[in-house]
């Protein structure tokens, strides 16, 4: 085999290696953008279940307040 056609192969390897990491950094970019979205979706039901509760507490606190005052 000639010299120039292992090279022919070689860099057509080198080709198909870098388009296939290309790919799989698209693919970990749309992953983490997604990871992300999540995240903050967590963080924004934790926000609105902490509300929740204080909300929650508070009501209780008139309503022992309430029933100790009779």
Do not use: C, G
């Not at 990871?35 to 929650?56: F, G, N, P, V």
Request: proline share 1%; net charge negative; glycine share 0%.
């Amino acid at each position: 085999v000639p010299y120039y056609e292992n090279e022919l192969r070689q860099m057509e390897r080198l080709e198909q290696q870098a388009a296939k990491l290309e790919s799989t950094e698209a693919e970990n970019r749309l992953l983490k953008d997604k990871l992300e979205h999540i995240d903050e979706q967590h963080r924004s039901d934790i926000r609105a279940i902490k509300q929740e509760y204080q909300e929650q507490i508070a009501f209780l606190k008139e309503q022992l307040k309430a029933w100790q005052s009779r």
